[in-house]
T-cell receptor, first 112, second 114 residues
Framework: RKEVEQDPGPFNVPEGATVAFNCTYS??????FFWYRQDCRKEPKLLMS???SGNEDGRFTAQLNRASQYISLLIRDSKLSDSATYLC?????????????FGKGTHLIIQP | DTAVSQTPKYLVTQMGNDKSIKCEQN?????MYWYKQDSKKFLKIMFS???????INETVPNRFSPKSPDKAHLNLHINSLELGDSAVYFC?????????????FGSGTQLSVL
């Protein structure tokens, strides 16, 4: 099983819809979790951290399920500008060169 | 002001050449990184460096070497470039000492080896 896995998509979603995608991780000792957004030909940018109790930032909700070892990102009332690749990041002591591993990303396309 | 800046944005060169990519951060962060993103968009860490410790991803060829003249800069030197080195290279920084693992990326350098 790969360290961090995401469905690459693309997810084609109509504008205004709600979309959710998950990211699974293999190391049960993983400590920190993040979602990054990467636009085409741009650098990744931090979207939000993922806290154990779940957290919300406007239309975005992130959740962590430690028992099943996945994090999720839910986008409500999706906008055209939400089209991007969403990368999950998992930090595990002893994992990767620096303990930090990126998923390969989920490509989201919001259609008018 | 750009927080993490890297130059050049595009680099086209011949196989066998030696090239460098420069990176500077003005965030006062203690740790800097180099990542490689290949054509399949997989973002892979190459190096992590603070002023005390260099962590190298063991899969990175020794033709790649980071050079840090000071804590605000981490340059990437590549010797004897190969076709497979073509990718986008991202510099990043974080304030790791305080436990803040959030990464701030530069805008990337698209390297094309011909």
């Amino acid at each position: 099983r790969k360290e961090v896995e995401q469905d690459p998509g693309p997810f084609n979603v109509p504008e205004g819809a709600t979309v959710a995608f998950n990211c699974t991780y293999s190391n049960s000792a993983s400590q920190s979790f993040f979602w990054y957004r990467q636009d085409c030909r741009k650098e990744p940018k931090l979207l939000m951290s993922v806290y154990s109790s779940g957290n919300e930032d406007g239309r975005f909700t992130a959740q962590l399920n430690r028992a099943s070892q996945y994090i999720s990102l839910l986008i409500r009332d999706s906008k055209l500008s939400d089209s991007a690749t969403y990368l999950c990041v998992v930090i595990s002591r002893g994992g990767g060169a620096d303990g930090l591993t990126f998923g390969k990303g989920t490509h989201l396309i919001i259609q008018p | 002001d750009t927080a993490v800046s890297q130059t050049p944005k595009y680099l086209v060169t011949q196989m066998g050449n030696d090239k460098s990519i420069k990176c500077e951060q003005n965030l006062g962060h203690d740790t800097m990184y180099w990542y490689k993103q290949d054509s399949k968009k997989f973002l892979k860490i190459m190096f992590s460096y603070n002023n005390k410790e260099l962590i190298i991803n063991e899969t990175v060829p020794n033709r790649f070497s980071p050079k840090s003249p000071d804590k605000a800069h981490l340059n990437l030197h590549i010797n004897s470039l190969e076709l497979g080195d073509s990718a986008v290279y991202f510099c990043a920084s974080s304030q790791k000492r305080t436990g803040d693992e959030k990464l701030f990326f530069g805008s990337g350098t698209q390297l094309s080896v011909l």
